[in-house]
């Protein structure tokens, strides 16, 4: 019903901008959570952030300790894209990030199991060296 495609994800410099996008289509009325999520090479994956919206009112964004105050997640309703903007990135953000959707907005929190979320993307690579 609902696809998501993210892109924008590459190599950065530790201390340089990032952003990622994350495209919706098919039935995205239905969707009122989105987030976005990360997985490093030997670790479980982890939540980034999260922006919940019902009925076109954007709700406080929740953010993980290790990126509050460095990333920033918005969302375009209008184009149904959700962004990811992160700065003063470190080599520690280093992973895949993916993004997920969640159609009850009653509960939106920013947890990482794959069956709390009914959409997933496929992922984008993100690389930060320093």
């Known amino acids: 019903q609902v696809q998501l495609v993210e892109s924008g994800g590459g190599s950065v410099q530790a201390e340089g901008p990032l952003r990622l996008s994350c495209t919706a289509s098919?039935?995205?009325?239905?969707?009122?959570?989105m987030g976005w999520f990360r997985q490093a090479p030997g670790k479980k994956r982890e939540g980034v952030a999260r922006i919940r919206e019902v009925d076109s009112i954007t709700y406080g964004a929740k953010y993980a300790d290790s990126v509050r105050g460095r990333f920033a997640i918005s969302r375009d309703n209008a184009t149904n894209t959700v962004f990811l903007q992160m700065n003063s990135m470190k080599p520690e953000d280093t992973g895949m990030y993916y993004c997920?959707?969640?159609?009850?907005?009653?509960?939106?929190?920013?947890?990482?199991?794959?069956?709390?979320?009914?959409?997933w993307g496929q992922g984008t690579q993100v690389t930060v060296s320093s």
């Open positions: 098919g039935y995205t009325d239905s969707i009122h959570c």
């Open positions: 997920a959707a969640r159609d009850d907005g009653s509960l939106c929190d920013l947890t990482p199991e794959f069956d709390y979320w009914d959409y």
